[in-house]
């Protein structure tokens, strides 16, 4: 039988102990269809956190298993490391065809053929001009059953026929990319993954270290923040109630006790979002997920706390006005007004329902000016900060600073050139990639912690990501200075420590 091994890459800033699932999802989608391939998935990103000789590991896995077909997920700051394991593949496998996919394909596969076609086949993606999220389970199928019906060969020369393929013409040295085919629901309600990998690095400290399970309830974002890469998708579809049960229930067979929804808005229905929470209640998990205040209300909010949730990630971003605008987190100054309004209340139902809440900000963005965006400044920051350390029952504040994700309009759009290390120019996802720096000759604009300063790790930022121009160490210490005593004086205030910071580690 034929063999696919799907990996997923080692990474080198864990902001919390989150799994990437797309590996999970195609094993399974090739399961549910009764397709003759075998697959296996290695996790080389276990073995990078338990510090074991990973690029070994994988070598040694490729000679024992002997794959026809490896596939790769990455993120934009898993690149690297991504296509070195593709070099890797190629050398150790002769003829083995290699495939990649995940978030930075779906914005920036035509780089990946552009600059590493060499090792690469082909990429499930897009130049993402269309779309920054294509998803795989179709264009899996398709590829799963190619393989199983001629071979390498047979997928190879067909792949004008699988949905959402990058590839290059060596004949005519240009990049073909074929529209992606959305997954349908009643897929996503078949094909839920079971068989999770369990590990205790993917156990929530939030859930007490119960075996914790990831996935999606739900997939997609009507919204179009300008930060994000998981806007400008195709909608959100939810899956129904019944095909969540059931996953419960496999999950709860396997061992797991605690759920973590990692959809982009998972109250995005909240009846919808009621009824799942008193199914994961039911079944016998706690649980936790990620929403938006303007999706919340505190009927939603109680249930939840009734129902066993104990997280709720709410992206605040920021507490002003103009610079929500600029993040196209709301529209306009009406709306801002609202959402930092409902804000506040938000977070003092989190408190009264005892799930414990945190306020993310994100600086480094734009404010919007009368006719033009120019960059947050100081007083915006600080302004931010004393907005969230003054929510009543904040239990954690957090601090992250902008990253500009291939796809996005804050990557794209001439109006931000602003921040932009790249200027007027797009900052595509070239950019990411240190291929792109050899073959061009441009200046690598990735922020180099080791040059810069260990205060970056305070704000998340990890090496080899491209930042916006207000990203400076003695900008970042500042800002952690003023938040700091922020957090001492409101907890002062309440005569209580009501209030952290929150700081993911400061590396020198
Ligand atoms: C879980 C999660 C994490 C986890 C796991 C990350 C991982 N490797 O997947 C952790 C905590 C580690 C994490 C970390 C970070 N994350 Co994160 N994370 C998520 C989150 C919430 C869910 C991702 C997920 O599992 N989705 C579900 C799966 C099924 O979707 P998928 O991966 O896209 O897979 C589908 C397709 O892409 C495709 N596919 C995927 N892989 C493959 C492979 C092959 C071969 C094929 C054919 C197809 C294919 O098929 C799948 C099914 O349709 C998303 C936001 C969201 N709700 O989607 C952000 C998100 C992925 N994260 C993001 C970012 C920026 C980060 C950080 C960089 C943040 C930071 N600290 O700086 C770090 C990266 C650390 C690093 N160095 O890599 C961005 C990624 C953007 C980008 N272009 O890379 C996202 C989209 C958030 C956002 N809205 O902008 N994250
Ligand atoms: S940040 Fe959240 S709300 Fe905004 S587009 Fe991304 S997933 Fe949607």
Not at 27 to 33: E, G, H, Q
Not at 303 to 311: D, L, N, S
């Amino acid at each position: 039988m034929r063999k696919i091994l799907l990996v997923k890459p080692p990474f080198n800033g864990l902001t919390y102990p989150g799994s990437p699932k797309g590996p999970e999802l195609l094993r399974a989608a090739v399961r549910a269809n009764g397709i003759g391939v075998e697959t296996m998935i290695t996790d080389l990103q276990l073995s990078w956190q338990r510090k074991e000789d990973y690029l070994g590991q994988f070598a040694q896995t490729l000679e024992g298993w002997k794959p026809d077909l490896i596939g790769i997920t990455n993120l934009s700051a898993q690149v690297d490391i991504a296509n070195e394991l593709a070099v890797i593949s190629k050398d150790t496998l002769k003829g083995v065809v290699v495939v990649k996919g995940g978030y930075h394909e779906s914005a920036s596969a035509d780089w990946t053929m552009r600059l590493h076609h060499d090792v690469v086949d082909f990429c499930i993606g897009s130049d993402g001009k269309t779309t920054t999220r294509v998803e795989g389970e179709l264009a899996f199928i398709r590829i799963a059953r190619l393989l199983e019906e001629g071979g390498k060969e047979h997928l190879l020369g067909n792949l004008h026929s699988i949905p959402g393929a990058v590839y290059m013409d060596m004949e005519r040295k240009r990049i073909i990319s074929n529209p992606p085919l959305d997954t349908p629901k009643n897929i996503l309600d078949r094909v839920f993954a079971s068989g999770l990998i369990h590990a205790p690095e993917y156990d929530f400290p939030i859930f007490d270290l119960l075996p914790t399970a990831h996935a999606e309830l739900s997939r997609g974002c009507p919204n179009r923040c300008n930060y994000c890469a998981a806007a400008k998708t195709f909608g959100v579809r939810i899956r129904s109630v019944e095909s969540i049960e059931r996953q419960l229930k496999m999950l709860k067979k396997e061992g797991f006790r605690a759920f973590y929804a990692d959809d982009s808005n998972f109250s995005v229905n909240r009846n919808w979002a009621k009824r799942v929470a008193t199914s994961l209640y039911d079944i016998g998990f706690v649980w936790g997920a990620n929403s938006r205040v303007e999706l919340l209300d505190r009927e939603t909010i109680l249930h939840f706390g009734r129902t066993g949730c104990r997280y709720l990630f709410t992206g605040l971003e920021s507490g002003v006005e103009a610079v929500l605008i600029g993040m196209n987190k709301v529209r306009d100054s009406m709306r801002a007004g609202a959402y930092l309004e409902k804000a506040q209340k938000v977070y003092a139902w989190l408190s009264e329902a005892k799930i414990p809440s945190a306020a993310f900000l994100m600086f480094g963005g734009v404010r919007e000016e009368s006719d033009c965006y120019s960059p947050e400044t100081l007083e915006d920051v600080k302004a931010s900060i004393r907005f969230a350390a003054g929510l009543k029952g904040l239990r954690y504040l957090s601090m992250n600073f902008l990253r500009i994700l291939p796809g996005t309009r804050f990557a794209e759009d001439p109006a931000f050139s602003c921040i932009r290390p790249t200027g007027k120019k797009p900052l595509h996802g070239g950019y990411w990639d240190s291929r792109f720096y050899e073959i061009s000759g441009e200046k690598d604009i990735r922020a180099k912690r080791k040059e810069k300063s260990g205060i970056f790790s305070c704000f998340e930022l990890e090496d080899d990501m491209p930042l916006t121009t207000l990203a400076e160490p003695g900008y970042l210490a500042e800002i952690l200075a003023f938040a700091k005593s922020e957090v001492d004086a409101q907890n002062r205030k309440r005569g209580q420590h009501e209030t952290k910071l929150s700081i993911v580690g400061f590396k020198d």
